[in-house]
């Protein structure tokens, strides 16, 4: 058996300019963090040779790859040119949907672990394992998102990414010197309703191509230096008036970014003391994200009382194999 770990995300500002209407003419940037919540894979030989078997939210089991109808496994095993004989499973820490790029964490960690099974892991570095899931999910599906959720499950940690016309990425490690202290000055709340981020994402890249959705994505992209200076510096006021900025710019990308019950949610954290916040992923639902100083904590709790508090840690790590008991098989 071998397992993989990858983390979930934060992304903090600029996001939607990682989507490819927008980085292939102006070039685009976010700012985010991976935390201790992860998605899990797991492989190993599975005993009908002549099948393949998979659990997820469901189980199949089938007989080719092309027969499986989860597309983001189906692309990965064509991709690798793997086949019958193996089961694979995976778990998370938190529901699909949510915000967090699980999608991406999805890909990136089923990759690494299917080429570790393959006695390939030293090729499989984290800018390889983030290339290879954009091409996965961009290329192969088709599917209408961006590019950050990739390369934050692949590196884990603090980074700014930057996407290039060209399709290149360059990604930049924020000097972060008191991450306890922005954990601290940070309050995430669950708030249910989960959705499809392909789904918003189609919308708004279409949105992004006009010029005027253009320039708020160039005003959001401008926001990612003032936050890395701000946590740099530890100006955790400034760090909350700078995402505050970001949410007020991200509610004309879409309808489905912010629905009224997001938006009052959202204002009763800034009447009880929150000095900015965001909601997680493209919208719709999910987790919402608050800065908030200490003190004011109690009072934040209380007025999302209706909303679940997830307590979290930060990753810097990204993309791990954590167990393997297995001789590569190269055969398959």
């Not at 890909?107 to 984290?126: C, F, Q």
């Not at 995402?243 to 009224?260: C, T, Y």
């Not at 009052?264 to 100083?293: I, P, Q, W």
Request: proline share 4%; with cysteine; charged share 20%.
């Amino acid at each position: 058996m071998i397992i993989s770990r990858t983390p979930f995300r934060i992304s903090y500002v600029g996001g939607g300019s990682d989507l490819p209407a927008y980085y292939r003419e102006h070039g685009g940037a976010v700012l985010s963090s991976t935390i201790d919540k992860y998605l899990y894979v797991s492989s190993h030989d599975f005993f009908e040779s002549g099948q393949i078997r998979t659990k997820y939210s469901s189980t199949e089991t089938v007989s080719s790859v092309g027969a499986l109808q989860h597309p983001l496994l189906r692309a990965i095993l064509t991709r690798l040119k793997l086949g019958t004989g193996l089961e694979i499973s995976s778990i998370a820490d938190v529901p699909s949907g949510t915000g967090m790029g699980s999608s991406s964490s999805f890909t990136v960690g089923t990759l690494h672990n299917l080429m570790a099974r393959l006695g390939r892991a030293d090729e499989a570095s984290k800018s390889w394992l983030a290339q290879q899931a954009c091409m996965v999910e961009l290329g192969d599906l088709g599917e209408p998102i961006g590019k950050q959720d990739q390369y934050a499950a692949a590196f884990g940690g603090f980074q700014i990414y930057r996407f290039e016309p060209d399709e290149s990425v360059s990604v930049h490690p924020v000097a972060l010197p008191d991450p306890e202290g922005w954990l601290r000055h940070l309050r995430l709340y669950y708030l249910g309703n989960q959705r499809s981020a392909s789904a918003i994402l189609a919308q708004q890249s279409l949105e992004s191509a006009k010029r005027s959705k253009q320039d708020v994505l160039r005003e959001m992209v401008q926001l990612v230096d003032p936050l890395a200076a701000a946590l740099g510096t530890s100006n955790w006021t400034e760090c909350g008036r700078l995402m505050h900025e970001n949410w007020l710019l991200k509610q004309s990308l879409a309808h489905g970014i912010s629905d009224s019950a997001i938006q009052n949610a959202y204002e009763r954290g800034m009447k009880a003391g929150a000095l900015g916040g965001k909601l997680l992923g493209a919208g719709g639902g999910g987790f919402m994200l608050f800065v908030a100083r200490p003190e004011d904590h109690a009072a934040l709790d209380a007025a999302l009382s209706d909303l679940r508090l997830f307590p979290f840690n930060w990753d810097n790590e990204g993309s791990r194999i954590i167990y393997s008991d297995e001789q590569p098989n190269l055969q398959r």
